[in-house]
């Protein structure tokens, strides 16, 4: 017999593609300063969309730049609370000459919906409003209590929400939070991501001579910034990706036995992944270790980008007065940023170039994060999984940064249940980004039949 909250979703399945496309439609862009309107337009979607639902308190917080959404909804006595957390703005979509359709104009294509956001995050977390709103319409109220807290700055480093978290938390007290910003780990396999890696982003710049300099009469005296920083960034990090700042691996813990054998049985192919996820000759990382282990729990320290002197078309034989790097460390859980941002902080100072000044700036700091799954909120989680995908749920790690994660867990005290819905090929903040429809709409009945079943639990 067919779940009532099933049947409500297929029969609306072509409404909320539409609503959904109407969202994706909005170029939400935060890195973009000429988008502030879009910004401001995409938050007020996401508040209507929430008092449709029928959410209560609906308010837009911080509304004069990138505004916090937030709603509430507190009629279940007696029973848990769950924050829902998710976010509206979205990378560049930049180069625009490699998509298939424009990023900003949705389009299916074989069961996917291409568009920048489609999956990150705009179609994971409009999941959750068209969840609230199955869950009344089957049910008439709401089994769970339930708060929501959408940003439109998680693309560039989510400080206003973080600072919310921090002094907020009574206003945002909960049981568990809800994020649906990761992935299944392959298709049709029920996953939850238990592990979280912090991220720091800096950047680094470094100043030679007091103007840029004609490299004919002083090339070979004078110091290159472009040339210093290219040098000191190769210290970082050996030719068999070893970190070589000093105490770096101090606090990384290895992952229980357990934990490390559940990665084994993983439909994992790493020739597979070279191929048709890296694409690259051949893969590099630390020795000893396997693919999994370097992405889900070792530290990485990568280079972004490094700019100065002159790139443009033709010659000119100048040595730059300035170069800047962008570059990031991902911590495993337990490491410290403050720790290692000043232990690298140390190892510039140590290794500047002769005749350089190098400055460091923190743009972002998180630090990584690992959910206990045997929490209540986890089990049931798990339990609804696999239950509407009709295979056991598997417990992975993820390489990447959600930094919230960490926030809610350092000011509120509660684990997050990451129940993404995307696909590996997903192309996050790559062109042609797609969200799978079927994991769009099987996403909406599984946190709906997730927010049911966990209010049953007292």
Request: proline share 8%; net charge negative.
């Amino acid at each position: 017999m067919t779940h009532p909250i099933d049947a409500y979703v297929e029969r609306n399945k072509e409404r909320f593609l539409e609503e959904l496309k109407e969202f994706l439609r909005i170029p939400s862009v935060s890195t973009d300063p000429e988008r502030r309107g879009d910004i401001q337009r995409a938050a007020e979607f996401v508040a209507a969309s929430l008092r449709q639902a029928g959410l209560e308190h609906v308010e837009l917080i911080g509304a004069e730049k990138f505004p916090l959404v937030y709603a509430d909804w507190l009629h279940a006595p007696g029973k848990p609370t769950v924050l829902c957390y998710g976010h509206y703005d979205v990378q560049p979509p930049d180069p625009l000459e490699a998509w298939a359709s424009p990023p900003f104009e949705p389009e299916v294509r074989d069961g996917n919906l291409y568009a920048r956001g489609s999956a990150d995050d705009k179609g994971q977390m409009y999941m959750h409003v068209k969840a609230v709103e199955a869950l009344r319409a089957v049910l008439g109220t709401l089994p769970v209590n339930l708060k929501f807290l959408v940003e439109g700055e998680e693309e560039i480093g989510g400080a206003p929400i973080a600072r919310y978290v921090a002094e907020n938390p009574e206003k945002l007290r909960a049981d568990a939070a809800l994020v649906s910003d990761t992935a299944l780990y392959a298709e049709g396999m029920p996953t939850l991501c238990v592990g979280l890696r912090g991220l720091i982003y800096l950047e680094v710049e470094a100043s030679g001579p007091a103007r840029d300099l004609h490299s004919g009469l002083y090339g070979g005296a004078a110091p290159n910034p472009v040339f210093g920083l290219i040098e000191l960034l190769a210290k970082v990090k050996d030719a068999q990706g070893v970190i070589r700042i000093p105490g770096i691996y101090d606090d990384v813990q290895p992952p229980a036995p357990a934990e490390k054998a559940s990665w084994e049985s993983l439909p994992f192919d790493e020739g597979e992944f070279l191929r048709t996820e890296v694409g690259s000759a051949k893969l590099t990382g630390e020795r000893g270790y396997s693919v999994l282990e370097r992405i889900w729990a070792r530290p990485a320290f990568e280079v972004h980008g490094i700019g100065g002197g002159f790139t443009g078309a033709g010659a000119k034989t100048v040595i730059p007065a300035t170069a800047t790097a962008k570059v990031s460390f991902r911590l495993v859980p337990k490491q410290d940023p403050e720790k290692v941002i000043a232990s690298f902080r140390k190892f510039v100072a140590e290794n500047t170039p002769e005749g350089m000044r190098v400055e460091v700036r923190v743009l972002s700091a998180a630090p990584g994060v690992l959910v206990d799954p045997e929490h209540p909120a986890i089990r049931v989680a798990a339990r609804v999984f696999g239950e509407v995908f009709g295979r056991p749920t598997v417990f992975i790690r993820d390489g990447a940064s959600v930094p919230i994660v960490g926030d809610f867990a350092m000011h509120l005290g509660v684990p997050s249940v990451m129940m993404g819905f995307g696909l590996p090929d997903d192309g996050l903040h790559a062109p042609n980004e797609k969200y799978c429809l079927k994991n769009y709409y099987q996403g909406i009945v599984t946190i709906a039949r997730f927010l049911e079943q966990y209010g049953q639990q007292t």
